[in-house]
Every structure is written in structure tokens, then in C-alpha cells.
């Protein structure tokens, strides 16, 4: 065998083991995939009331009123976040630490709905896909096979690639009149995951970044760029009157200062030396363009200032990747979800194909091994004439 071959040899079953190790796990993070590319259309249409109100005022209540209205509803809740899109009939969403969001009408401060997260179809898949509904050992299982997932992209492509030019059309073409299921089968792994792979790798590569600290480390080399350290909690320095700067004076500076924005997130204090951290997104194609700014709840001075007009190109790459990795990206409009939604399940279809792959060589192996019994059992022996008895 030469050396080309016994290369050949070990990516195939370095391949093989990987996917048969891996493809339950692989093909239930793929059907979670496809189902999380189309969850803001899905929401906005199984859940339009919860997110959209009518339009019954020229102008919202304040921040702080539908505040006291939360408060009023879940006295024992404590706010984690607020935001809200910048438009006339977007509901204000209130997100619990318990992961308890609620939704009210910034018009009339009416509670609109209740949305527990271990209730809700996209939540409960969203956790599928990261933790396999089992905590941080899901969570380390997902991380493992973020890995496992490039790997096998990368030597399917090797075992994929023609060995002379004159197979690439065969190598790239799905043979659907053969009566052959093997040779479908086969075609349908290969060739569709041949179709597939320049997103499977944006989608493995992304994936690694989310999970991985030394592929960030490695996107700040490449960029030259350095890899921001974990935030440091800011805090408020109490006043001697305590009068606090509120929540609406800081979103209406902010908004004063850079306008624009499609989306509002704020965060309030968590405690009495916490901060208010307003961020604000704009329009943007891939990369995330956000603003935020962090006040002291006491004075309302400025503590901490981050623009997308200063992103160095770790940032660049950083806010990309989420879109990147779901397929949402602005500029190619709904294309790019139709397109990762068929990779996904293209992808959740690798894992079946291959054992089935794997299942027609034990069988023929198996078969093989029969036929021959068969044919020592029937053909004359060596030492003796035929048609004698023994």
C-alpha cells in the first residue's frame, strides 16, 4: 500500500469512529439548528401577541413606570434586564433572574404576557442545542463535539476529493437512477456534504470560538488585536442625599448622544454600588454595530464608554460570529437562513447516511464471508476424487 493510500486509510477510519461516536449527538444539535435559524420569524408569528401591542399613544410611558408595574405583578423578582426594539408596537420585555420574562405595553403599562424559559419551545431548544437539557456536563459533551464536528469536516473533504480530475463530475453529482441504495446512500453523504461544507466550517469554526478561549486567542493574533479581558463589575459611588440617577435620564442621554438604534437592552443596578448599563444596536449587515454606555446610578456620570466606530478587528470578528454561526445575515436577507436551515438538515442527515455507509460494509463484509463458507462446503476437496464418500 503506498503511502498516499495508508493516509487515506487512517483518515477514513479516524473519520468513521469519530462519526459513529458523535452522530446522535451531532444529528439532535443539527434538527435544534434548523428550527433556531427561523426563531425570530417564528416568535414574531406563534407569538405575536406577546411581543407586538397596538399603538394607542404618540409617545411610551417612562422605563420607571412599567418598572413599577413589573414590581407590582412579581414582588420577589428581581430584574435582570430590559429591552425593547425601537418600535411603535414593540412590547417592553422585563427578564427575571429566575428567566421569567415578561412583556408589558409601554402605552398603557399593562401586563401583556408571562414567558417562563423552561416553557418555551425556542428556550427549551436554544438549551438543547447548548447543554443538551444537562447542565454544564451537557455543556462540556457540546464542547467536545464542537471539535469532533470540524475534524470531520475536514477529512470528509480529504476522503471526498477526487483522485484525478477526470472523477470530479462524479465526485460533485448525485446518481438518482441507480438501483444501487448503497451507491445513493453513499452519494448522499458525500456529495451533499460536499455542498454543504463551506458553511458547515463557517458553522464549526464559529462554534469553536463561542467555546473555545484559545480560538479567540488565536482570532486576536491574526488580527493583531487585543483579546479583551473578563469586565470588571463597574460601581456607583454613593451620594450623600442617595438621590439616584434614573433609568430614563440614562436612556434618554444615550439616545440623545447616538440615535438610530433599532434595539434597546439595559441593564440596572444589581445592588447599591451597581451601575446602569445602557446598550443600543443599530443597523448593521453581519457584524453587530452597538453602542453602550454605563452611568452611576447615583450621579449619572459616565463610567465606561464603548462605540462600534472604535472596533478594533478582534471586535470585528467577535460581533460577527454569532450571526455567522445562525445565519443571520442582514445583507443576503431571508437567503441566508433558507441556506443555513438546508445546511442543518443536510447536517443532521450526515450522522444517518454514514452509519448506514457503515452498516452496507458489515453486511457485505458479512456476506462475503458467508459466500465463501459456502463455496469451502461445496467445492471438492483437494485430496479426494468428487462424487467419492468419504
Not at 453587530?288 to 464603548?306: A, C, H, I, P, W
Amino acid at each position: 500500500m503506498t503511502k498516499n493510500g495508508q493516509f487515506k486509510k487512517l483518515i477514513r477510519t479516524l473519520h468513521l469512529w469519530l462519526g459513529l461516536s458523535s452522530g446522535l449527538v451531532v444529528f439532535v444539535i443539527a434538527i435544534c439548528a434548523a428550527l433556531l435559524v427561523f426563531e425570530d420569524e417564528g416568535r414574531d408569528f406563534f407569538q405575536h401577541d406577546f411581543y407586538h401591542v397596538p399603538v394607542v399613544g404618540a409617545q411610551r410611558l417612562p422605563v420607571r413606570q412599567l418598572t413599577d408595574t413589573f414590581r407590582a405583578h412579581f414582588p420577589k423578582e428581581k430584574i435582570t434586564n430590559i429591552r425593547w426594539k425601537e418600535k411603535p408596537d414593540a412590547a417592553v420585555l422585563f427578564i427575571s433572574r429566575k428567566n421569567i420574562t415578561v412583556a408589558i405595553d409601554p402605552y398603557t403599562s399593562r401586563v401583556v404576557g408571562v414567558q417562563r424559559q423552561n416553557r418555551d419551545f425556542y428556550s427549551v431548544v436554544l438549551d438543547l442545542h447548548t447543554h443538551l437539557l444537562m447542565g454544564e456536563f451537557g455543556n462540556a459533551v457540546i464542547k467536545v463535539n464542537v471539535l469532533i464536528f470540524f475534524i470531520l469536516c475536514v477529512s470528509g473533504l480529504i476522503l471526498w476529493w477526487p483522485k484525478q480530475k477526470r472523477f470530479f463530475k462524479q465526485a460533485v453529482r448525485i446518481n438518482f437512477k441507480t438501483k444501487n441504495w448503497k451507491r445513493l446512500n453513499r452519494d448522499l453523504h458525500t456529495v451533499l456534504g460536499f455542498y454543504a461544507l463551506i458553511v458547515l466550517f463557517i458553522v464549526s469554526l464559529t462554534g469553536m470560538f463561542m467555546v473555545y478561549d484559545s480560538v479567540k486567542q488565536f482570532a486576536g493574533f491574526v488580527t493583531h488585536s487585543p483579546v479583551p479581558m473578563k469586565e470588571e463589575k463597574l460601581k456607583s459611588v454613593r451620594g450623600v442625599d442617595r438621590q439616584k440617577y434614573s433609568i430614563d435620564r440614562a436612556y434618554t442621554t444615550m439616545a440623545a448622544l447616538y440615535p438610530g438604534a433599532t434595539e434597546t437592552f439595559i441593564t440596572p443596578p444589581g445592588d447599591s454600588v451597581g451601575s446602569i448599563r445602557v446598550l443600543m444596536r443599530y443597523p448593521y449587515a453581519i457584524t453587530r454595530m452597538q453602542n453602550t454606555m454605563v452611568f452611576d446610578q447615583y450621579s449619572g456620570k459616565v463610567l465606561k464608554t464603548e462605540l462600534y466606530s472604535q472596533y478594533t478587528g478582534y471586535d470585528y470578528v467577535a460581533k460577527s460570529n454569532y450571526n455567522l454561526h445562525t445565519g443571520k445575515i442582514a445583507g443576503l436577507g431571508i437567503g441566508s437562513k433558507i441556506i443555513w436551515f438546508l445546511v442543518a438538515l443536510i447536517a443532521a442527515s450526515m450522522p444517518v447516511t454514514g452509519f448506514m455507509i457503515w452498516l452496507g460494509r458489515k453486511s457485505g463484509r458479512k456476506s462475503r464471508k458467508t459466500a465463501k463458507l459456502q463455496y469451502e462446503r461445496k467445492a471438492p476437496s483437494l485430496y479426494e476424487p468428487a462424487g467419492v464418500d468419504g
